[in-house]
């Protein structure tokens, strides 16, 4: 505890390796997998496609650049929470923690969740889809898993942050490595005349920035445990500018390897761009792809209960969400809360999940799985 100002403060327990595998760790889920065939269907052509993923990655670099003022300005954890009410008072912040709390989070790790449940039970049912009963349930395994952990050791979260992040890495870099030995073999025809057809409508246009944005989520989730990075002043900075960089990098060659295996009529049709590159590839081991969907998106829904939970933990301590108590670290209650809401957002009727996270026709990570999944046979 802080003598002067009585305010609890969590240890400083996450090093710049930790940090920069939380950030990486966050923005590496199944968007890669699946985005790249959206953005080349609203944009038109290849070489804007590319454009376009260097140009979500810029944007990325320069907000998290400003996060960087801002973390290095007020080194407290959580987040926009913090930022809002240090900057426009109490009552928006209120607002903000409390749809963050209720709303987006237990949402969008609801939607993770699903998406993991499904890879993880689908080699249990080769001849059709795993039954809805048994994907809520291990989603909800998965969840009371994670903040568990999340909520009693936070040098184990960030291990297994760590250890998914760099699996995540090793199975990019699989797709990257493919990519550079069918260039060098000649298959180059996706990026003759790569600009032919590209779609410069302002709706095109923004909608294949925002795929291409989805999947670079989770940029500004360090911000969230300012508090526990040692040194933030040094690691902050070095953490963000170690992994935008990275993480735009990766983005970039995995395209390209996408378009090296595939010409963009067949990457557009494919339904699942990482399942046909792995089946073209890889050949008896295209079943890695749906293992790296399982790992990144496992990794990500570890990463948003270990920020989440000091989301919570800060909106308490500053009053927001007094009901809670007075936060004791490691405070297990708090990533629990997030999992009881998470919970009911899971167990709700697929139908009663928002439009964007059960619409099989938009690219969140619930149609991830369910794209993935039409590529097999159903019952």
């Not at 009552?91 to 209720?102: D, E, G, H, K």
């Not at 990257?176 to 000649?186: A, H, N």
């Not at 761009?273 to 081991?285: D, E, I, P, Q």
């Not at 927001?320 to 405070?331: A, D, N, Q, R």
Request: net charge positive; proline share 6%.
């Amino acid at each position: 505890m802080d003598a002067s100002t009585q305010k609890l403060h969590l240890k400083r327990e996450v090093g710049l390796i930790s940090a920069v595998c939380l950030i990486v760790g966050t923005m590496i889920g199944s968007g890669i997998y699946m985005s790249p065939e959206w953005v080349l269907r609203y944009i038109g052509s290849p070489g804007a496609s590319l454009v376009v993923w260097a140009a979500c990655g810029l944007v990325c670099t320069i907000a998290a650049l400003a996060y960087v003022e801002l973390g290095s300005a007020i080194k407290e954890s959580g987040g926009e929470y913090i930022y809002i009410r240090r900057n426009f008072g109490p009552i928006p912040a209120f607002l903000f923690s409390w749809t963050s709390v209720f709303i987006a989070r237990p949402a969008g790790i609801a939607a993770m969740s699903l998406s993991l449940a499904q890879y993880i039970a689908a080699p249990f049912y080769d001849a059709c889809l795993p039954p809805s009963f048994v994907v809520k349930c291990t989603a909800a395994a998965s969840i009371l898993f994670l903040g568990l952990i999340n909520g009693l050791n936070v040098k184990l979260a960030t291990r297994i942050q760590n250890i998914f992040t760099f699996a995540k890495l090793l199975s990019l870099l699989i797709i990257v490595i493919g990519g550079i030995g069918l260039l060098f073999k000649g298959h180059t025809r996706s990026f003759q005349n790569a600009f032919q057809g590209t779609m410069a409508g302002f709706g095109s246009m923004g909608i294949a920035f925002q795929q291409g944005m989805w999947s670079y989520d989770g940029w500004n989730n360090l911000n969230y445990v300012t508090e526990e990075i040692r040194r933030p002043e040094v690691n902050l900075p070095r953490a963000i500018l170690i992994s935008l960089p990275l993480v735009t990098l990766l983005y970039l060659m995995v395209n390209i390897s996408y378009l090296a295996a595939m010409n963009p009529a067949e990457m557009m049709a494919s339904g699942a761009v990482a399942v046909t590159w792995g089946n073209r590839v890889l050949g008896s081991w295209a079943w890695l792809m749906p293992l790296s969907v399982v790992l990144s998106t496992f990794g990500s829904v570890n990463g948003s209960f270990f920020t989440g939970g000091r989301s919570c933990y800060v909106a308490a301590r500053e009053g927001s969400l007094k009901w809670l108590g007075p936060p004791t670290p490691p405070c297990p209650p708090i990533p629990l809360l997030l999992e009881v809401h998470t919970m009911k957002s899971l167990l709700e009727p697929d139908k009663k999940l928002s439009t964007d996270l059960a619409h099989p026709d938009t690219n969140t990570p619930r149609s991830t799985c369910l794209k993935l999944q039409d590529q097999q046979s159903h019952c």
